[in-house]
């Protein structure tokens, strides 16, 4: 009988949904999850939800909800006479209490049956908003040990308020925020294809050159997941190599203010096989596996727009669905970077391998799961578990998770 009823509670599935109230307790916003996926496919998971009024609180109140875009592309404390260094886009607004008569019935997502069901209020109101299509990834920009303020990138924010009208602000008492991420999951089958570079280089009073080659064993890659880096090195030169460095570099193009710089993500330097000396050459293999754990300590490293600290992946690549062009807000990619030292006067000889960083699409394949095993997916599996709630047909346990404060003085309170 024991182990009957063990199996039966096993079968219980429980839904993790996000719930904020206001700080006067009179409005409450529940949200089934707060990673929105963007497939590349020209749309968008929806922000979807319920709000909840107070009853004795509703009389003929208005209230309204927005997503809004954060761009931050300077620090917050160097911010001086009026000088910003953000950019502040409502994405998409509308009335969510009362409804507006004349906007068309929009079908409810699972979630929202499900949590209208539960709530069972008649002053429980779904909404829907959809994020336009070259809205930016969220993107955060990792802080130094000195950094104060809020965080480089791209920030994206769920808002519902009371107000007389849809120009008008609100008031902090009567509003709620809720921090949210758009990420990108592109669902790209991997191939054979197998990327590669060759370079040489030749020298001025001696004859004859170093011809370097690197290949990887595919162009996409997950995060997490390790990569293989294969180096041919021929020398028909008269000069030595001493040493080799293998290295991920991330790029990141601050679009607003044309900006770009680079951080090393993934490190490996080696004198095994070296010197390769006049008429040798040498064949090896180099594994590299970047990701956000072995840069705490870094600053200005990009990260995936991250929300927890169990939840911290290496900002993925950009990818825009038509023109690169159109990208916007921090733009995201990544190289594989191989360096031969060929002493003081030979200076150095440096190929660069473009490649791929991304979340594994829904319909990535079982082999594909298998290769990503690693501690750093099995976090994400555990996070994506908390933050989406399951669509599934059968009648589940809902369990509500309370969202952060806002740390707010009570001066900012009243205000």
Not at 54 to 83: A, C, K, P, S, W
Not at 213 to 242: C, F, P, Q
Request: proline share 5%; net charge neutral.
């Amino acid at each position: 009988m024991i182990p009957l009823i063990f199996l039966l509670a096993m079968q219980v599935v429980a839904v993790k949904v996000f719930k904020k109230t206001a700080p006067n307790g009179k409005v409450t916003v529940y949200l089934g999850k707060r990673d929105f996926v963007d497939r590349l496919d020209g749309v968008c998971d929806p922000v979807d939800g319920v709000i909840v009024i107070d009853n004795d609180y509703l009389r003929d109140r208005r209230i309204y909800g927005q997503v809004m875009t954060t761009f931050r592309y300077g620090r917050e404390e160097d911010e001086v006479m009026g000088l910003k260094f953000s950019k502040d886009m409502v994405l998409c607004k509308e009335q969510v209490v009362p409804p507006h008569h004349n906007k068309k019935t929009t079908e409810l997502s699972p979630i929202q049956e499900k949590l209208l069901k539960k709530l069972d209020n008649q002053n429980a109101f779904p909404f829907t908003f959809n994020l336009p299509e070259l809205a930016p990834p969220s993107v955060t920009l990792q802080h130094g040990e000195n950094d104060a303020g809020r965080p480089l990138g791209v920030e994206y924010e769920m808002k519902a308020f009371v107000a007389d009208n849809d120009q008008d602000p609100g008031h902090r008492r009567s509003t709620v925020s809720l921090r949210i991420r758009k990420v990108q999951h592109a669902a790209l089958t991997r191939g054979q294809k197998q990327p590669s570079v060759l370079v040489s280089k030749g020298f001025t009073f001696s004859a004859g050159k170093i011809n370097l080659e690197v290949t990887l064993d595919r162009d996409i890659y997950y995060h997490g997941e390790e990569m293989a880096a294969n180096v041919h090195v021929s020398n028909t030169s008269k000069k030595s190599v001493r040493n080799i460095k293998v290295m991920v570099v991330q790029h990141c193009e601050v679009t607003m203010v044309n900006a770009h710089f680079t951080k090393t993500v993934a490190h490996l330097e080696t004198r095994e096989g070296c010197p390769i000396t006049p008429g040798a050459s040498l064949t090896k293999s180099f594994h590299l596996r970047p990701c956000a754990s072995n840069n705490k300590d870094k600053r200005g490293i990009a990260l995936d727009g991250h929300l927890k600290d169990e939840d911290v992946n290496l900002a993925s690549t950009t990818m825009v669905p038509g023109n690169p062009n159109d990208a916007l807000g921090f733009v995201v990619s990544y190289s594989l970077r191989v360096k031969l030292h060929l002493g003081t006067l030979g200076g150095e000889l440096q190929a660069d391998l473009p490649f791929k960083l991304v979340h594994p699409g829904p319909d990535y394949e079982a082999e594909d799961i298998k290769e990503v095993a690693f501690k750093v997916n099995t976090k994400r599996e555990a996070y994506q578990k908390q933050c989406y709630a399951k669509d599934a047909a059968e009648e589940e346990n809902i369990v509500f998770e309370d969202f952060a404060k806002l740390r707010m003085s009570m001066s900012e309170i009243d205000n």
